[in-house]
């Protein structure tokens, strides 16, 4: 990809850049959203859930969903525990 090319979005920027992430988890008993530690290209470790129905985000988070989807080692969903 050509990084000086002004004819890429940010959007596709952002995408291409964020390719390193880890410790993914289901955050919801769907499977829906992915709670995990991504390499932010300009803000380095962030936490992220990534939503794939997510139209906000500065990249393609169904793209980064299906890829770490696709990975799998993801840790399953636990309910918060609800005891007082």
Same mark, same amino acid.
């Not at 291409?16 to 709670?35: M, T």
């Not at 530690?37 to 380095?44: A, E, S, V």
């Given at each position: 990809?050509?990084?000086?090319?002004?004819?890429? &979005?940010?959007?596709?920027?952002?995408?291409?850049?964020?390719?390193?992430? #880890? &410790? /993914?988890? %289901?955050? =919801?008993?769907?499977? &829906?959203?992915?709670?995990?530690?991504? =390499?932010?290209? *300009?803000?380095?470790? *962030?936490? %992220?859930?990534?939503? #794939?129905?997510?139209?906000?985000?500065? %990249?393609?988070?169904?793209?980064? %969903?299906?890829? *770490?989807?696709?990975?799998?080692?993801?840790?399953?969903?636990?309910? /918060?525990?609800?005891? /007082?």
């Amino acid at each position: 990809m050509d990084w000086n090319n002004t004819e890429i &979005s940010a959007t596709e920027r952002y995408a291409a850049a964020i390719v390193e992430w #880890k &410790s /993914p988890v %289901f955050a =919801n008993a769907q499977g &829906s959203l992915i709670d995990i530690t991504m =390499n932010h290209p *300009i803000f380095g470790a *962030i936490p %992220f859930t990534l939503d #794939k129905n997510d139209l906000h985000a500065e %990249f393609d988070t169904a793209q980064l %969903f299906d890829a *770490i989807t696709a990975a799998g080692n993801i840790a399953p969903y636990v309910a /918060p525990d609800e005891t /007082p």
